[in-house]
Each structure stands twice: as C-alpha cells, then as structure tokens.
T-cell receptor, first 111, second 114 residues
Framework: GDSVTQMEGPVTLSEEAFLTINCTYT??????LFWYVQYPGEGLQLLLK?????DKGSNKGFEATYRKETTSFHLEKGSVQVSDSAVYFC??????????FGKGNQVVVIP | GAGVSQSPSNKVTEKGKDVELRCDPI?????LYWYRQSLGQGLEFLIY????????KSGLPSDRFSAERTGGSVSTLTIQRTQQEDSAVYLC????????????FGEGSWLTVV
C-alpha cells in the first residue's frame, strides 16, 4: 500500500539556520504530496502541496519539490525562526481519498 | 463555522465504556474524514464520508468502531467497549469535495482509556 517515510528523530537547530526534512514515498500511480505542520496546542495545518512531478510547493518560506525519479518530497527552508518550531508531517494521497502520513518530525528552533 | 469543530476536546473513560466523539465540519464541506493520532502508530486514516455515505470503512480498526454522518454535516465516531489501546487523539477533517481539495483538520479529541 501507499506509505511515507520521514527521517528519524527530532531536529534541533539555531535561528536563521537552513532546515531540511527528508521525505520519501511509495505509491502506485501518481499521488499528490503534502507537508502538514502542527504547532504546539493547535491542529494540523496544510503547509504546502504538489500534485504532479517536478511541481514545487511553497509557503511561508518553505519549499518542497515533487521528485518522481527519487520518489521524494523533501522540505526546505533557508532561514528558520523560533516560530517555526512545530511537528512537520509529510503525506500523500493516492486517489483513494485517504492521506497516508509519515511519522512526523519535531523541529525545535533555538534563539 | 470558521473551522472544523470537535468535542469533547478531552475525554477520560473507563475501560469497557462506550464513547462518542463529535465533529462539526466547515460549512458547505461535503467530505468529512476521521483520523487517529497515537504515539505508537502515528496518524492513521479511519473513515471518510462523501455526504452521508461512507464508501470506505476499511480503516476502522475493529467492529467496536463505527461512525455516522447526518444531514451532510455533523458526524459522530462511536467506540464501544473501549480498550486501553484506543487511547489516542481522534482528528476530524473536512474538505469541499474529494481528491484535489484541501483538507482542513480540527484540533482533535484526546481520548484516554483508564
């Protein structure tokens, strides 16, 4: 079945550092890919999405490019802020109306 | 409403009791979803509704779980004879339609079975 793999463990970095969170997927066909973010005490929010190969999703300084050849959708931000501290989930939707999520990565940005 | 609303936000129940969790989707959203978020399993799909119909119930973990939706709006997730492994955050989400539409999540109902 469809699945998403995120890099293990929390990510701790200093303000203004470069952030990368790796995400790879397994799916039949051509899924849509998403990054969701969960800020402390809040619900899941869509951060960005891409619906076909080579599409780049972007929002709030975050970017991710749909790479079919490597089945990846890595999340990047050039200069993180303390307010970016949250849990980030990679997800895919393969046409069956259900999202398959990765395990999530806790990101902690230190001032 | 402005967003997806869920109640209760927190529920502690004794093992063996039944619980009902309620979801009020964004007004006008025809699709409604239930997910479960737990430490061991991450985020799991449970069920979705298009209108009042649930075409795919395969994500429900056992026959103790059921869900219904009435009037194309409010949905209730019912867990009968709760077990400790049911402890999790139950997330509801809604969207204007199915595939291709942005899915908006509620803040969840935190269920603890003691």
């Amino acid at each position: 079945g469809d699945s998403v793999t995120q890099m293990e463990g929390p990510v701790t970095l200093s303000e203004e550092a470069f952030l990368t969170i790796n995400c790879t997927y397994t799916a039949t066909g051509y899924p849509s890919l998403f990054w969701y973010v969960q800020y402390p005490g809040e619900g899941l929010q869509l951060l960005l999405k891409a619906t076909k190969a080579d599409d780049k999703g972007s929002n709030k300084g975050f970017e991710a490019t749909y790479r079919k050849e490597t089945t990846s959708f890595h999340l990047e931000k050039g200069s993180v802020q303390v307010s970016d501290s949250a849990v980030y989930f990679c997800a895919l939707e393969g046409g069956n109306n259900r999202l398959a999520f990765g395990k999530g990565n806790q990101v902690v940005v230190i001032p | 409403g402005a967003g997806v609303s869920q109640s209760p936000s927190n529920k502690v129940t004794e093992k063996g009791k039944d619980v009902e969790l309620r979801c009020d989707p964004i007004s006008g959203h025809t699709a409604l979803y239930w997910y479960r978020q737990s430490l061991g399993q991450g985020l799991e799909f449970l069920i979705y509704f298009q209108g009042n119909s649930a075409p795919d119930k395969s994500g429900l973990p056992s026959d103790r779980f059921s869900a219904e939706r009435t009037g194309g709006s409010v949905s209730t997730l019912t867990i009968q004879r709760t077990q400790q492994e049911d402890s999790a955050v139950y997330l509801c989400a809604s969207s204007k339609g199915l595939s291709g539409n942005t899915i908006y999540f509620g803040e969840g109902s935190w269920l603890t079975v003691v």
